[in-house]
């Protein structure tokens, strides 16, 4: 093995495991930032000696072990220094060794309810919301400053100090490491939840780019949501929000053109659509309808499923989806979400159905300069044969959008229409 | 990035695998599940139970197994990881299981790559 090879077998074995060294060790010294910092001085270790000596066969062990030597010699630095300013040595001795004994305990198979305490305290409310996307992926993902910053296209300054003023607030603020407490756990959950998708979306939202960091956040995001499946197993969302992302990245292959044009999803290629994901996802779906009734990602997972399962545009069940997203205007009530529900009812029921409730939209501050109104009412008047109402809609949509390839493709359907 | 990890056994001792290995295995894959990494996995029937396909000559035969290689696949694991190392460390728990848990026990895991949509530009 040259020497690049084995540093980078060291940091697969790094990737693997250091999330569940972190959260040991976490539960050892009470606090993440103190945690992370010994968990990165075991690694440093590892990269010096096992290119020498060779991977150990129990390479997190290894790990662990090592960190919490020098979690141990900080222990024992800090209680000499107490030792020194009270002069009791006997109550020094009495917490070394309980401070031993709890090393010993965190050293057991505690480590599913470390993992899911250290996911919890990065997702924290009281964290700003990158703060946490970008902890939780330092400590639950193992991604590096640098690479958390080129997925992001921010600045690893910025992000630096996003993961330290995070850290910070959760000493400051003395945010203990520990599960939420019953009546908090739904609240807490959901910020959980809510930092995986968005770090899935800041991936999918780049899927179609050259650089991989930024589509390499979706297979993170999905790997966290395994990783969260398989320690609340029983948590309908959970199972909920992975279907959610798995089904949405199945069809990754399939939506953009060589040229970087974005494929709306009629007009997918369905044979590119990732079948084991597409698997997955039904599968998971089954077992969060088993589990109870469906959330929020749940129901956006069974909309998704709905498009999964046809095999063509035009076998799509339009009238579970309408339903469906009736269901989901109830349980979060959105403009967005009653948007959407207006072109699954146009498919559904007819284009003049679809276009009440799309006009219903039209005093929605939130959705003044949203370019998807006027694109869904555009598509809904072609429909109906009014063109020329048709086409001043993409014409508005092509000005409100953002996005130059959106503007196209409003611009075109404009021009077709007059 | 997706990989499937096969094994293949070479030579191993008469008599079923130790209730220790078999342990250890499911141990091993509900740690890799958990973390994220296996999507799929299955232990393979011996190939007695099953037949080969082939085109020889213009001709299509079918036999039925056994196969007469050396090397009897026993099964297969579908990871999806970040890089390659990262099947190998897999591979390597994996097998290593096998070397300390059934003395006599030889053989190999292949790790190989799995395209994805990045190997293919769209159809244009």
Not at chain 1, 108 to 117: C, E, N, T, V
Not at chain 1, 177 to 186: G, M, N, Q, S, T
Not at chain 1, 190 to 215: K, Q
Request: charged letters at 25%.
């Amino acid at each position: 093995m040259t020497r690049a090879d084995s540093h980078r077998a060291v940091e697969a074995v790094w990737r693997i495991e250091s999330a569940r060294v972190i959260a040991t060790l976490a539960r050892m010294v009470g606090d993440v930032g103190l945690a992370e910092e010994l968990a990165q001085d075991a690694l440093v270790a590892a990269l010096e000696e096992w290119p020498r000596k060779g991977v150990p066969d129990n390479p997190g062990a290894w790990l662990t072990m090592t960190a919490r030597h020098r979690a141990i010699d900080q222990f024992r630095r800090r209680d000499t220094y107490q030792r020194k300013l009270q002069q009791i040595g006997r109550d020094m001795e009495l917490r070394q060794e309980s401070a031993a004994a709890e090393l010993d305990d965190a050293l057991d198979d505690h480590i599913g309810d470390d993992l899911l305490r250290l996911i919890f305290t990065a997702c924290h409310p009281e964290l700003p919301v990158e703060g946490r996307l970008a902890l939780t992926l330092r400590l639950l993902g193992g991604l590096s400053t640098a690479e958390i910053a080129r997925a992001f296209l921010a600045p690893e300054p910025t992000v630096g100090q996003r993961i330290s003023r995070a850290k910070r607030t959760l000493a400051d603020k003395k945010i203990p490491i520990e599960l939420p407490p019953p009546a908090e756990l739904p609240a807490r959950l959901a910020s959980v939840l809510e930092v995986i998708y968005l770090i899935f979306n800041e991936g999918y939202a780049a899927s179609s780019g050259d650089d991989w960091a930024r589509p390499s956040l979706c297979q993170e995001a999905m790997r966290l949501g395994r990783v969260l499946a398989g320690l609340m197993p029983a948590e309908p969302e959970v199972h909920g929000l992975l279907a959610l992302m798995e089904i949405q990245a199945s069809r990754i292959p399939a939506r953009t053109a060589p040229d970087g044009t974005p494929i709306l999803l009629p007009d997918q290629d369905r044979s590119r659509w990732d079948r084991l994901l597409v698997r997955r996802g039904l599968a998971g779906l089954h077992r969060a309808e088993q589990l109870g009734t469906l959330g929020p990602y749940g129901l956006q997972a069974a909309i998704a499923a709905c498009h999964a399962r046809a095999r063509t545009p035009q076998a799509t069940d339009w009238a579970r989806i309408a339903a469906l997203y009736r269901l989901l205007s109830h349980l979060t009530p959105s403009p967005v979400v009653e948007l959407n529900r207006a072109v699954a009812v146009g498919m559904a029921h007819g284009a003049e159905r679809g276009l009440e409730i799309a006009d219903a939209l039209l005093d929605s501050r939130a959705l003044r300069d949203y370019a998807h109104l006027p694109a869904v009412r555009g598509d809904l008047l072609a429909r109906l044969g009014r063109a020329d109402e048709a086409a001043a809609e993409f014409r508005r949509a092509a000005e409100l959008t953002r996005n130059a390839r959106e503007r196209e493709l409003f611009l075109r359907r404009a021009a077709g229409l007059d | 990035m997706r990989y499937l990890v096969t094994l293949k056994v070479t030579a191993q001792p008469d008599g079923p695998p130790p209730a220790d290995l078999m342990e250890a295995i499911m141990k091993l894959g509900q740690e890799a599940t958990e973390s994220g990494a296996l999507l799929d996995t299955s232990g393979l029937a011996p190939s007695s139970e099953g037949a080969r396909v082939e085109i020889s000559g213009g001709r299509l035969i079918v036999s039925d197994g056994p196969f007469a290689e050396a090397k009897e696949m026993i099964s297969y694991a579908l990871y999806e990881v970040r890089t390659k190392e990262e099947a190998v460390e897999w591979a390597s728990r994996f097998v290593r299981l096998h070397r300390d848990l059934w003395p006599g026990w030889e053989g190999e895991a292949d790790v190989l790559r799995l395209f994805g949509p990045a190997d293919f530009a769209p159809p244009a």
